[in-house]
């Protein structure tokens, strides 16, 4: 199979939250066959972008499942079961692990059962095995929580949970360009707009968070998982080689990751070689958010690296 790391996959793992909510679509092309919303989907490695922006208004439960695993079909119809009863407050985005590679890819799929929630595109670890109705809907419950704090709390069908329709605000038109762009896989596209309406007006924070998040996807979406890992590997002082790996990191999620190595690489260099190390660090600093626990724990380090 190929490890080219995929556009979509990326972008399931990067959180484009600030580029447009789209979660009031429907949930995939098959629940419009039916006059009720599906609540239950199957995912693919090509499909799996639709959830991703559902989880801008709907939290998503990706359930990665294998037949040949009792457990995982075990979990997987309580986990239909409930998702059900909850009448579109969740969608369930079931993958047959097997043959989705990329998916399996994103989330280090090691083994399964293996169930992740996405809330705003951001991954939310859930169950690593067998667990009981019970604590799944405990689980839920909690999930609820998170994502009512980061103002998820659509259903499917495009309604809030109070009822009440909310209108999704259109977008400037350079921003609209740019997301229009990013759906087609034109990142070079989208970083020309974001720059115009930073250029048009530089406090466009919208502007200048989805400019850094292009900017990843753009870098990334030529780079070879497995190639660059073994680079990595095998030149652990090779500047650029590091700096390719973190970006694959935090594009799949894996913050602490990303930070740790470049951190490493940083204490290592020599004071005239750390520049380019440096300024990725606040480029990925700015794309987490500076509010982050994980970039604050970055930072502090740097600042005690650098005096």
Same mark, same amino acid.
């Given at each position: ?14 959180? #484009? ?11 995939? !092309?098959?629940?419009? %066959? ?13 499909? @799996?972008?639709?959830? &991703? ?16 695993? *009792?457990? !995982?079909?075990? +979990? ?9 009863? +909850?009448?579109?407050? #969740?969608?369930? %985005? ?7 590679? =990329? ?18 595109? /951001?991954?939310?670890?859930? @169950? ?14 909690? &999930? @609820? *929580? &998170? ?6 709390? =659509? ?9 009440? *329709? ?9 921003? =609209? ?5 990013? *759906? ?8 020309? /707009?974001?720059?115009?309406? +930073? ?9 200048? %968070? ?9 870098? %990334? ?16 002082? $090779?500047? =650029? ?7 694959? $990191? ?16 940083? /204490? ?36 005690? +690296?650098? @005096?």
């Amino acid at each position: 199979m190929s490890e080219q790391a995929p556009g979509a996959v990326l972008r399931g793992a990067v959180d #484009l939250s600030s580029l447009r909510n789209r979660a009031n679509q429907p949930a995939a !092309s098959n629940a419009a %066959a039916s006059d009720a919303p599906s609540y239950i989907v199957d995912i693919t490695d090509a499909t @799996f972008q639709q959830v &991703l922006d559902i989880s801008r208004g709907v939290p998503v439960v990706v359930d990665m499942w294998a037949g040949r695993s *009792e457990a !995982s079909t075990q +979990l997987s119809a309580t986990l239909e079961k409930v998702v059900t009863e +909850l009448a579109g407050r #969740l969608l369930l %985005a079931k993958v047959e692990i097997e043959r989705n590679p =990329q998916i399996a890819q994103a989330f280090r799929a090691q083994s399964i059962p293996l169930v992740v929630a996405l809330v705003n595109g /951001a991954p939310v670890p859930l @169950f690593q095995s067998a667990v009981t109705e019970e604590q799944v809907r405990a689980t839920f419950d909690q &999930l @609820f *929580e &998170l994502a009512t704090q980061q103002g998820v709390t =659509q259903v499917l069908g495009g309604a809030q949970e109070d009822g009440e *329709e909310k209108a999704e605000p259109e977008l400037p038109p350079l921003h =609209q360009e740019a997301f229009v762009a990013i *759906e087609a896989g034109d990142y070079a596209t989208a970083i020309t /707009a974001y720059e115009k309406a +930073l250029a048009e007006n530089p406090r466009d924070d919208e502007a200048r %968070a989805g400019l850094g998040q292009v900017k990843l996807l753009h870098r %990334a979406q030529s780079l070879n998982l497995q190639e660059v890992r073994d680079a990595a590997a095998a030149n652990p002082r $090779d500047v =650029q080689a590091q700096l390719n790996i973190a970006d694959l $990191d935090l594009a799949g999620g894996h913050v602490e990751d990303a930070f740790g190595r470049l951190l490493d690489l940083f /204490a290592e260099l020599p004071s005239d070689e750390r520049t380019p190390v440096r300024e990725r660090l606040l480029e990925l600093f700015g794309l987490v958010g500076d509010a982050d626990a994980r970039v604050i724990r970055a930072r502090s380090r740097l600042t005690s +690296l650098l @005096f």
